[in-house]
Each structure stands twice: as C-alpha cells, then as structure tokens.
C-alpha cells in the first residue's frame, strides 16, 4: 500500500516538474535560425563595394533591411508609410533577408487598427515584387513607452495572427530601458545595444555605447522571458551643439578641414566658419544652418566598451551567443572596427 502511495507521489511530482517546465523562462531559449547578421539602414539597396567586401568578408547570412518606416502624415495624421526603400540591385544570392519597419512611437496615439493587416501584406507585396524569396519573419522596431505599451502590444497580437497563418514569424527590436517592462508577444527580440546616452546636451560619456549605463540594465536579462540575441554598434556620431544645446546631428563633416573647424580637446571640435550645409545621411537636400563657434563633439563605436557588454551579455544570458548582429552595414561605419573585431563580436 506504502509502495502504490510512493508510486503515485514520484509520478505526480514528475508531472509538475514537466508542467514547470513546459511553462517556465523563455529567457534560456535562443533565437531561431542562428545566422552571422547585420542590419542595413538606408533607404536604398545599392551596397558599394566596400559593403560587398563587408559581408562576404564577415560570411554575413542574415541581414534585416528595413523596407519603410510609419509615421503621422502631416496632413491627414495617419500612419502611413515613408521612405520606402529603393531596390537598384539584386538581393546577393546566399543572403536571407529579414524585412524590418520602423514605426514611431507617436504612432500609437493614432487609429492603428487598420496598419497591422496594410505592413503585412505591404512587405510580402514588396518581397514578390523584388524577388526577395524564403521570407519567414518580419520585424518591429519600435521605441515604446509605459504609455504606448497596451496598444502596441495589440498591434503586435494582430499582426502576428495574421503572419502566423502565412508561416512567418514575428520579432520585435528591445531597447535598454525596455528590459524594465513587459516582453512584447512575439517570437523573439533583438536588444539593441547601443544608444546609451542623452545627446540633448553634450554627453558626459560615448552615447554610441557606454558599458557603465548598459550595466544596470543588463541586470535585467536573466529574468527577461523572451528569447533576445543582441545588435551591437559600428557607428558614429558628429553631434553639432550651440550653447550646449543639440543643434543637429551631422552626417558628411569632414573635421580634418582646418578652413572650417579648429580641433579643440579630444573629440572635440569648434567651428571657424558660418554656413549652410546639404546634410543627410543619404544623397538628398536637407539643409542645415552651423554658426561661427559652434561645438562639434565626434563619438564612435568603441570596441573595448562592445567587449565588455557583450561579454557581459553572453555570462548572463549564454543563450543569447548563438546571433550576434552588427548595426549597421554602411560604407561610412565599416572601417569604425576592424575585421578581427568585427570577427569576435560575430563569431562568439
């Protein structure tokens, strides 16, 4: 009789160890499909031969590109698309690509609940239309807030559904602060590990990525329930500020012109000269006013500050070794690191 009860006990605490088990942490369960990755975001796929060199160097397998971003219509106040990206080469055979939106967070103020089935079919009409085959996933990139978070998250559920019955999975971008908050509902997400610091005014530290103001959000990852890999920086930043104020963010300055800036400390720059300037991360015609005396604060990726976080990363969250993704592949970034660390942040 002692031993049927004993039978009974064992099996039942081997069914709640299964049930546990089944309805644990999602936090030690790597991203699907693994591959060496970067993002590509500009708004036209045009890779030069510096970015060819980039990815077949570096044996990048995945790339997400980001196909359009959503934003308010100044006119109507809809979301709707914008700066749609141009196609003027084939897609490199071998490359799986993964279709990236970037919708504004001002957004979520709006009615949205036409937008989830409009992206979804926009971006398999653009992947037909492109010959972009074996699409399996979409992203999300998207800074939510505490006060957008319900709404979002209903957007996310919606457009999920609707991927879902296409076979195509659903990742969403986690930026730092968002650790604090609830996982979105997707598949996986992709912590953006970069972007540590407030450049309204000049920074105190590399904005790009300081590891002292990752830290206390790393923290956070053991107990994140969602499967995370991480995206890690190779850019740079020209940050143009008058009176300690953020002016502008400069994309073509060249520093080394002594006819127009005069190096002053460091990363540190001031301006000799009053002018207009066509400034645009891309060829177009945005202007920008710089005035005699303006500070011109240089920033980069650094590689020691990379090393540490995702060394940091990977002993909290082992499962998140398996995808590293470098942000972003741009013939104006790419020479910011070298191959061999380029190769330790992708490769393990």
Not at 138 to 161: A, G, H, N, V
Not at 174 to 188: A, E
Not at 225 to 230: E, M
Not at 252 to 258: K, L
Request: charged share 25%; glycine share 2%.
């Amino acid at each position: 009789m002692q031993t049927k009860i004993l039978h009974k006990i064992i099996l039942i605490i081997a069914a709640l160890s299964i049930l546990a088990a089944s309805c644990g942490s999602r936090s030690d369960i790597p991203v699907p499909d693994p591959q060496i990755s970067a993002y590509w975001w500009k708004t036209s796929w045009n890779p030069d031969s510096t970015e060819v060199d980039f990815i077949n160097q570096l044996q990048i397998k995945k790339i997400y590109l980001r196909f359009f971003d959503v934003a308010p219509d100044g006119n109507s106040n809809v979301p709707k698309p914008k700066a749609t990206i141009q196609f003027q080469q084939p897609i490199i055979q071998g490359i799986k690509i993964i279709p990236t939106i970037f919708i504004t967070e001002s957004c979520m103020a709006l009615d949205i609940d036409k937008l989830p089935k409009m992206l979804a079919y926009r971006v398999l009409q653009m992947c037909e239309t492109n010959d972009i085959k074996g699409v399996d996933e979409i992203q999300i990139d998207c800074d939510w807030k505490q006060s957008s978070q319900e709404k979002y998250f209903q957007f996310l559920d919606d457009i999920r559904k609707i991927l879902k019955d296409k076979n195509i999975r659903l990742s969403a971008t986690i930026r730092f602060h968002q650790l604090r908050m609830t996982p979105p509902r997707v598949d996986y997400g992709v912590l953006m590990a970069y972007n540590t610091g407030n450049i309204s005014h000049p920074p105190t530290c590399n904005p790009v990525l300081s590891f002292r103001h990752a830290e206390p959000y790393l923290k956070l990852l053991k107990d994140y329930d969602l499967p995370l890999c991480a995206a890690y920086p190779n850019f740079s930043y020209q940050l143009l500020y008058n009176d300690n104020q953020l002016r502008a963010i400069l994309y073509n300055e060249d520093i080394a012109d002594s006819t127009k800036y005069r190096h002053t400390n460091d990363n540190e720059y001031e301006s000799t000269t009053s002018r207009l300037i066509v400034n645009t991360p891309e060829p177009g015609s945005s202007l920008t006013q710089i005035k005699y005396g303006d500070k011109l604060l240089i920033y980069k990726a650094e590689y020691d500050e990379i090393s540490t976080t995702k060394r940091t990363i990977d002993h909290l969250r082992p499962s998140m070794k398996v995808q590293s993704i470098i942000y972003d592949i741009n013939s104006r970034n790419i020479n910011n690191l070298t191959k061999e660390q380029y190769e330790k942040i992708l490769h393990h």
